[in-house]
């Protein structure tokens, strides 16, 4: 149980062009979804906090027009990169926490999308 | 300096060796989280801890909430614990309502047959 999903797992796109990345928790409820970003030989860094049916947090830096976080639902977040830039190549990864472990903060991590942008 | 430092960055060593990963962190913590990713990216939760000691098979993780340090070893090590091990936690106090994890580096472990 509590599998996470994405999708794509990988993307090509010319810059200028819009992104969207699908995570999907595929076996439970997830409140509360995360957004991850990591370049090549660096720590993930935290992007944002997206709780569903609420708008997101982001954290400093990172650009919430840019970066478009939709939680509809219980079971899926999206994430937009908005005209796509090289410098927005990395790999962008989700994690899920389970609605019943809010306070335990158990976190299932998506396999990730890698982005690049030509 | 990083809120979440790990040693050694790089660690090679044989079959059969036991190994350990240390995790040192500057902030108060509710949780330390070690995850395992493999080449391909994706990431694999090994343990959340608050306090004391997990095992799980050839797996044990440990804290000490005092000196703020964690460890992870591996026993009878086999190339297939080949990954990054990663060191990650949660504040106990987040800015701005978003309470994601903070990580390490990572160690960057090859085991060789």
């Known amino acids: 149980g509590a599998v996470v999903s994405q999708h794509p797992s990988r993307v090509i796109c010319k810059s200028g062009t819009s992104v969207k990345i699908e995570c999907r928790s595929l076996?439970?409820?997830?409140?509360?979804m995360f957004w991850y970003r990591q370049f090549p030989k660096q720590s993930l860094m935290l992007m944002a906090t997206s709780n569903e049916g609420s708008k997101a947090t982001y954290e400093q830096g990172v650009e919430k027009d840019k970066f478009l976080i939709n939680h509809a639902s219980l079971t899926l977040s999206t994430l937009t990169v908005t005209s796509a830039h090289p410098e927005d190549s990395s790999f962008y990864i989700c994690?899920?926490?389970?609605?019943?472990?809010?306070?335990?903060?158990?976190?299932?991590f998506g396999p990730g999308t890698r982005l690049t942008v030509l | 300096k990083n809120e979440v430092e790990q040693s050694p960055q790089n660690l090679t060593a044989q079959e059969g060796e036991f190994i350990t990963i240390n995790c040192s962190y500057s902030v108060g913590i509710s949780a330390l989280h070690w995850l395992q990713q493999h080449p391909g990216g994706g990431i694999v939760s090994l343990f959340m801890?608050?306090?004391g000691k997990k095992k799980h098979g050839r797996l044990i993780a440990t804290i000490n909430i005092q000196e703020k340090h964690s460890s992870l070893h591996i026993t009878a090590s086999h190339p297939r614990d080949s990954a990054v091990y990663i060191c990650a936690v949660r504040r106990r106090y987040s800015g701005g309502g978003a309470d994601g994890l903070t990580f390490g580096k990572g160690t960057h472990l090859i085991i060789q047959p």
């Open positions: 076996d439970f409820q997830a409140t509360t």
């Open positions: 994690s899920a926490r389970r609605r019943e472990d809010y306070s335990y903060n158990e976190q299932f």
């Open positions: 801890l608050s306090s």
